[in-house]
């Protein structure tokens, strides 16, 4: 039988709230990629834990929405595009001091719109290895799985 794949845990030394029986969170990622491979992060607004560590965007689910209408909401809200199709890619557990939550990443290839920034969040097309810092704890393994892709061991350097 094969075992859950355990949480990454993050800032392991701080206290987590909300105890051992907490709830997890779901929340939908979008890694939007141009045809030349190009992809987009963005720096998490000041008013939001880890304030200025760079992410792909996305968001938390409301009540009753699938992965990809969270993500349709969510890209839309943050970056004023619409999204053509969304590819489901993985998932990964994040055990943060603030919350325990599932990330389901996606990949975006095709979208309309402008990109605007409504939550005043900075953002850069990236390659790898990525030239912004820092990473949020919960974003590295994407960009090692982005590296892995194109043949790249470190994603960071
Ligand atoms: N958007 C996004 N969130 C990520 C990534 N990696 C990662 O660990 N997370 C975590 C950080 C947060 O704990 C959670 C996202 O929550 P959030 O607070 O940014 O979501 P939200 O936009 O719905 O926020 P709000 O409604 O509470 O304002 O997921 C990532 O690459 N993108």
């Known amino acids: 039988m094969t075992q859950p794949k355990s949480p990454l845990v993050a800032d392991a030394h701080e206290e987590r709230a909300g105890g051992p029986d907490r709830p997890v969170v779901d929340v939908a990622v979008g890694v939007l990629?141009?045809?030349?491979?190009?992809f987009l992060l963005t720096s998490r607004p000041i008013d939001k834990v880890y304030a200025g560590y760079w992410e792909f965007p996305g968001g938390k689910f409301e009540p009753g929405e699938s992965v990809e209408q969270a993500l349709t909401r969510e890209l839309h809200e943050?970056?004023?595009?619409?999204?053509?199709?969304?590819?489901?890619?993985?998932?990964?557990?994040?055990?943060?001091?603030?919350?325990?939550v599932r990330l389901h990443f996606c990949k975006?290839?095709?979208?309309?719109?402008?990109?605007q920034m409504r939550?005043?969040?900075?953002?850069?097309?990236?390659?790898?290895?990525?030239t912004v810092s820092p990473i949020l704890p919960g974003t590295v393994p994407v960009l090692q799985w982005l590296a892995a892709d194109i043949g790249w061991k470190n994603a960071l350097f």
């Open 33 to 38: 990629i141009q045809p030349n491979g190009d």
């Open 78 to 100: 943050e970056l004023g595009i619409q999204t053509g199709q969304i590819q489901r890619w993985r998932e990964e557990l994040v055990d943060y001091p603030h919350a325990l």
């Open 108 to 115: 975006v290839l095709d979208w309309s719109g402008e990109l």
């Open 119 to 130: 939550e005043a969040q900075s953002f850069a097309w990236q390659h790898i290895p990525v």
